[in-house]
């Protein structure tokens, strides 16, 4: 049994930071391309970044320079670092999982079906 659990979402002013989490069981954590992804009201469910078991990330234009995600195998958790949040970011954030070589691929933020695992999301609001 798979599980992936997001914390650490909240409501918080123009210009603040959250910092997400995403603890993880049930698989070999190391072996996975990791992601976040975000849906806000209105909108697709939209990539913000992915991350590979050697370090290696990718992010949206929307959020780079702004977030940044990173991974702790030895705690089997994922962790994304929100600075200058901006109210477009309010949405679900989640956590994702799916095979390694889908970091590494041209696609990594958009083929969200190649990613087999899923939280149950955790909500940011930046209010203005």
């Known amino acids: 049994q798979v599980q992936l659990v997001e914390s650490g979402g909240g409501s918080v002013q123009a210009g603040g930071s959250l910092r997400l989490s995403c603890a993880t069981s049930?698989?070999?954590?190391?072996?996975?391309?990791m992601g976040w992804f975000r849906q806000a009201p209105g909108k697709e469910r939209e990539g913000v970044a992915v991350i590979g078991s050697d370090g290696r990330t990718t992010y949206a234009d929307s959020v780079k320079g702004r977030f940044t995600i990173s991974r702790d195998n030895a705690k089997n958790t994922l962790y994304l670092q929100i600075d200058s949040l901006k109210p477009e970011d309010t949405a679900m954030y989640y956590c994702?999982?799916?095979?390694?070589?889908?970091?590494?691929?041209?696609?990594?933020?958009?083929?969200?079906?190649?990613?087999?695992?899923w939280g149950q999301g955790t909500q940011v609001t930046v209010s203005s």
């Open positions: 049930g698989y070999t954590y190391s072996s996975y391309c």
């Open positions: 994702a999982a799916g095979p390694l070589a889908v970091c590494s691929a041209r696609y990594s933020l958009r083929a969200q079906a190649f990613y087999s695992y």
